[in-house]
């Protein structure tokens, strides 16, 4: 007779960390993902999708630029959003995709750098789900170093013309706006650009091995006339983008835990009723041991999102901590997720069960928002004083 399991986070309690209110948040949300994401998203993984319908649910549930506020949005804490992506990604990493897209990087953008004008026109209907937004900023020769890009706006007459193409973007396809920032005469400038302009395509990419239910598209900028109202008045230099970059990047430090606990959960269970050599798997010390370093991690991972999540409410969070985040807990979570999968052998290579769909996932997590290497340099930077990118 085996006795009843703990689940992992609950074994250290932080549940004693958070509030009634971030509590109920996370409980709304996971309650979601179990009846509407999990039940589906082998299919849409498979398929290589992600429905954009699922853009309303998660706007009536309040998910759409939450931690904004005014126009339409929640208003929540930080933590609160955090612990939502946690949810979110123990779904999928491509439900938390879209949900970052669309509320951290190209609302963000419009509340953090828009004019009122465009604040009013585009944030209530995104922060319904009504329209879809996409931010473009990487391209093909530039990801890690996107000051090199090459799409260019130039002034014609009071409009504004911009030609050249962005790679990579995430929601691309199916997006109502892309917010695309390009270079100018005045600096690095970003623009909304309603996805029905004349010029403007957005052809989606095939044969992802990763984030496969998830939309990732490039877009097509071929001489795109946009009136002088399309420039969000407050950016013209790099950090506009970065700026909305770390507010995403916020999200994956919480986010990829979802994705590990599922995995970790998943490989408890199956290991308790796995029966190899007349025992259950969970009665091996080899497996005890990997269960064990993996509960560890993830609560460690837990405490340092929720402390960064609690000086990010304080308004003290500096960008070389979320690098941390980012670098410490996508490591930790794409380590977690292999090691389940070995848990459960030849089983944990099918879409019968998630470790390998988050396993997958998580490589390009790993690699967007910011590279793990990219990561280590501003933490390098950070305790050394040394810029070692160049
Ligand atoms: C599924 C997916 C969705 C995405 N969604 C979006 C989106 O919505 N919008 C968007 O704008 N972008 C998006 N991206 C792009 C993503 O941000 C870039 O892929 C990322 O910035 C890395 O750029 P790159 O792939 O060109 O790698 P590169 O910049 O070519 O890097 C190649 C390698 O060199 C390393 N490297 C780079 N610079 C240095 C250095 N100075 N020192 C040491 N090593 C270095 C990198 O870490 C990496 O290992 C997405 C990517 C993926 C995979």
Redesign the pocket.
Known sequence: MIAPAEQPLALLAVDHLLSDEEHEIARTVRRFVDNEIKPNVADWWEEGTFPKEMGKQFGALGLLGMHLTGYGCAGTNAVSYGLACMELEAGDSGAR?FVS?QGS?AMFAIHHWGSEEQKCRWLPEMAAGELIG?????EAD????PAGMRTRARRDGSDWLLDGT??????GSIADVAVVWANTDEGLRGFLVPTDTPGFSAPKLAR?L??RA?V?SELVLDRVRLPAEAVLPGASSLRGPLSCLDEARFGIVFGALGAARDCLETAIAYARERQVFDRPVAGFQLTQEKLVDMALELQKGFLLALHLGRLKDAGELRPQQVSLGKLNNVREAIAIARTCRTILAANGITLEYPVMRHANNLE?VL????????HT?VIGKALTGVD???
Do not use: D, Q
């Not at 996409?134 to 990487?138: D, H, K, S, V, Y």
């Open positions: 995709s897209v990087l996409c931010f473009g900023l990487t530039f990801g890690s170093n962005k790679m990579w973007i995430t929601n992802k990763s984030l998830s990732t390009s690699t967007y928002e910011g590279t793990s290497e990219v340099l070692a990118f160049g």
